[in-house]
């Protein structure tokens, strides 16, 4: 074979591989041109089978990917092919205020810029977000580690009030447990500054502290972290009803996005796994 070839006379120029192996430039070059194409075929189905499953990869995290499954390639190889074959992510983003800050309840500083979190349990961020289903929409509340990038709790209920970030902190504080002066960031919706959802913060002694009014960059990575769930799973599911939505994000944020997603702050390795390497340094 050519390949055989230019391994066994890596220093012999094309010219010379050819008189070796009595054939012509043209028969030559050809069959190296059918041997790339072979070659990206079989890359393009191996690409296919990481963003059928990951819709929202781009190229850097698909190349993770690939390697982690054992398939060493290089990006720029990967961006081409995905490019070639139409691969390539396109986010759609659709938006449904889901935070209402006209009220009267305590409002508290932005501690965000003055904490940079070195170990999990130390910052947790916090959001609302809406999910469409067949007869309207429910809504989903989560609690993401800063640290470690992991959501940590969530809930899931037909109803926007308090008890729906509420229950989603109680269950992160099931998980987790964290040791007092905890600082927990939100916006500054309803839910979050009322007196019970502030109170119940305090009782477990965590800091509160928000996002400057309108803006979301302040609370960054729970916005990315929506983003993420509605291109890889919400936008690409059709849900019957709040048991229907339930069950896949269940699947989606506690098997999926914590334990097998890739994230590219985090060295690109899934949140448990960078956790795990974490207390066992």
């Not at 508290?108 to 609302?128: E, G, K, Y």
């Not at 509340?141 to 969530?154: K, M, T």
Request: charged content about 25%; hydrophobic content about 35%; aromatic content about 8%.
């Amino acid at each position: 074979m050519i390949t055989d070839a230019r391994v066994a006379h890596p220093t012999v120029s094309v010219r010379r591989l050819c008189e070796l192996h009595h054939v012509s430039r043209s028969w030559y070059s050809h069959q190296l041109g059918r041997e790339a194409v072979d070659q990206d075929q079989q890359l393009a189905e191996d690409i296919e089978a990481v963003v059928l499953k990951w819709t929202g990869y781009g190229y850097r995290r698909v190349t993770h990917e690939l390697a982690r499954r054992g398939r060493s390639v290089n990006h720029k190889r990967v961006l081409r092919v995905m490019r070639e074959r139409r691969l390539l992510c396109r986010a759609r983003r659709r938006f449904q205020t889901t935070t209402d800050s006209t009220h009267n309840q305590s409002r508290f500083a932005n501690l965000l810029p003055h904490v940079i979190p070195t170990r999990p349990d130390q910052v947790w961020q916090a959001d609302l977000t809406y999910i469409r289903v067949k007869q309207g929409f429910v809504y989903l509340a989560c609690v993401l580690d800063s640290f470690i990038r992991e959501v940590v709790g969530w809930s899931l209920s037909r109803f926007m009030d308090v008890a729906l970030p509420l229950a989603a902190l109680d269950n992160a504080l099931k998980a987790r447990r964290p040791a007092a002066g905890l600082v927990h960031h939100s916006d500054q919706g309803v839910q979050y500054a009322s007196r019970i959802y502030v109170d119940r913060l305090r009782s477990m002694g965590m800091i509160p502290s928000m996002s400057r009014r309108g803006n979301p960059y302040d609370n960054a990575r729970m916005e990315s972290f929506y983003k993420t769930l509605k291109t890889e799973e919400v936008n690409v599911q059709d849900y019957l009803d709040l048991d229907d939505a339930r069950q896949h994000l269940d699947h989606f944020i506690g098997e999926l996005y914590n334990q097998e997603r890739l994230h590219s702050s985090l060295d690109y390795v899934p949140p448990t796994e960078f956790a795990t390497r974490y207390h066992s340094a």
